[in-house]
DNA sequence: TGGGACACGGAGCGGAAGCA
DNA sequence: TGCTTCCGCTCCGTGTCCCA
């Protein structure tokens, strides 16, 4: 006789949250990272206000959304950047099917493909814009994969990129010495390096050492179908490009825009041509 | 056929904004 | 400052659909 396991009540809960077309809708609204009213979300999901309110309360209740009442107003946002990473792991897993549906119109074509070019996943950046960061930051040793299996990659490999240490969580080891990956950094995907931490300092952008969010890690790009930065690292650069005006949001969606200043930005400091973020 | 889940509309409440 | 209007949210009752 085999015991069940301990973790299956939560699943099913949490599935059970998950799996509904109106909740979907609103969870998949919701990773633009934002706070959104009830009334805003019923429109985008297409129900009446008073069905949103009932799906909200139900997703305030099971902890996957956190509200803020303001005055009137109730805004919800997703609990935090873990519902976040798995709205967003869901979503890349069905998006093969998403794709295949023809756009109705040229507003959704053109609102499509802005969305593929650069969007916000959450916090961080996703779409073209997201893939040729994270390309950069890697190909200057700032950011290592680290998901490979441990036979190959649970040891740096000497080559001539080899960065000069490894940091989730502010691990580092010196220059050249190559070493085990925690289990941390392999689950995580990604590993900023020494160099990496610098490059964020010398580009003015703070990083949350304390948060016990990784510094570092991957997320798939539903459109890309390729790991993106996320983590600490990868919220802090896109707060920042959004504050300094590297990028401007799109309407009201997850869509985002690189300005003039954003690729000069992007093009000095990680030497992104601007046709990538296009 | 009954129960559960979902959706909707109407009524009521309360806050924000406008105006005298 | 107080009144009125508008708007958003919630509660409640009801209808529909699906499944055992």
């Known amino acids: ?52 309110s009932e799906h909200l309360h139900r997703l305030v209740a099971g902890g996957v959304l956190a509200e803020e009442r303001q005055g009137r107003h109730r805004y919800v946002r997703l609990a935090d950047a873990r519902v976040a990473q798995l709205v967003e792991d869901l979503a890349a897993q069905v998006a093969p099917g998403a794709v295949v549906r023809r756009p109705r119109g040229l507003r959704e074509t053109s609102s499509g493909s802005a969305m593929a070019r650069g969007r916000t996943c959450y916090d961080h950046f996703a779409g073209r814009l997201g893939i040729a960061v994270t390309d950069a930051l890697t190909a200057r040793g700032l950011l290592l994969p680290t998901s490979e299996p441990e036979g190959r990659a649970g040891v740096e490999r000497s080559t001539a990129r080899r960065p000069e240490g490894l940091s989730t969580g502010g691990l580092s080891t010196p220059a050249g010495a190559p070493r085990r990956r925690t289990s941390e950094e392999r689950a995580t995907g990604f590993a900023l390096t ?85």
């Open 1 to 52: 006789m085999t015991s069940r396991d301990p973790r299956a009540p939560e699943l099913a809960r949490l599935a059970g949250l998950i799996a509904d077309e109106t909740r979907a809708a609103c969870l998949l609204a919701l990773l633009d990272g934002r706070a959104w009213t009830a009334g805003e979300l019923a429109r985008h999901a297409g129900v009446a206000a008073s069905t949103a």
């Open 194 to 278: 020494d160099a990496g931490l610098r490059w964020f300092d010398s580009a003015g952008i703070t990083l949350d050492r304390t948060s016990r969010r990784p510094l570092a890690r991957a997320c798939l790009d539903w459109t890309e179908r390729r790991p993106h930065l996320a983590g600490v690292a990868g919220a802090a650069l896109c707060r920042h490009a959004l504050d300094v005006g590297w990028c401007v949001r799109i309407g009201s969606a997850r869509a985002v825009k690189v300005t003039p200043e954003g690729e000069r930005a992007l093009s000095e400091l990680l030497g992104i041509e601007a046709e990538a973020l296009h």
